[in-house]
């Protein structure tokens, strides 16, 4: 395994639309010991021809086809090709700093964390278009290393770390070591498998470092805003597969406590006719592991009404924002 290089695992999915923007900035980082692996989902739009136009100019750029399977089948088959010392996951329509990997790097030498993760830009144009920020010198760069008790608890919604997987950088034995468990993911999950990963790999470290610097760019999808019967039920298969991940890897019974006070607020968030009976199923599975006081999972309309307004404010500010 190259001790110096950095695996860049990129799923795509129709992304005829941005894989060029997010591979131009790849392609002007200030770190150039780079690979990246592209994982074709089933794409049926142009974006293959988009990447192999960009192969030509780039040797440093491999693409994969799969049949389409989600993006979780897309991940593990990635993982399954790393070669190099460090790996980062990037999502097709994202944009890094062009000093993300030089200074994820940095960070990684001067801690030897298994991670290290960023702030994120939230500042996207009208027009989709980021506003990158300034060059970084080495004075700007602030970190700070994060309790792994702390880390792991924030997936499940307690504290205010981003739980995705696409703005770190990790050590890829970590990644590898804990491919077993992320295999256990349901692959038709398509919410919260972010979360999911991610509580497998924290599983598995011991040192998480935090750059005080904004280094990757996320693309807002308005998609997540839709309320779906659909959802509520990948939400209710979220909770049940982490409750079957805290028991059996022997975490701290909090966990559960925390996974469903998580989900429920989940649930409320897309809340429905029927989600008390949602509430009801986590309820139950809890109940498995941990004693449950039911009447602080009762439905009311103050509960629905707060999370609506609450949504409609969310609503207001990414329609002035972005």
Known sequence: MNQENIDIIIPIYNAEKTIAET??????????????IIIDDGSIDKSVDIVKKYMKKDSRIEYFYKE?????????AGIKRIKNKFVMLVDNDDILHSQCLEIFKLIMEKTDADMVMSELFQNMSKHGHFKIKKKYTVDDIGYEMIDMEKAKRGLLGEQNYTPTVWDKLYKSEVIINSLDDIETIPLKLKTGEDMCM???????????AMAHVKLYNYRYSNTFLN???????????FHKWRSWF???ENMNKEYHRLNLSHTY????FYGFDNVQEKVDSIVEETEKYIDVDKDKYRVSGLNIKSTDSWMIKMKRWMLKNL
């Open 265 to 268: 607020h989940l649930l409320l």
């Open 68 to 76: 389409n399977g989600g993006i979780i089948s897309a991940r593990i």
């Open 23 to 36: 591979l131009q900035s790849i392609i002007m980082q200030s770190y150039t010991s780079w690979r990246v």
């Open 227 to 237: 309320k779906t019967i659909d959802k509520m039920d990948e939400v209710v298969l």
């Open 198 to 208: 991610n509580l497998c790999i924290y599983n598995r470290m011991h040192s998480i």
């Open 246 to 248: 805290i028991e059996n």
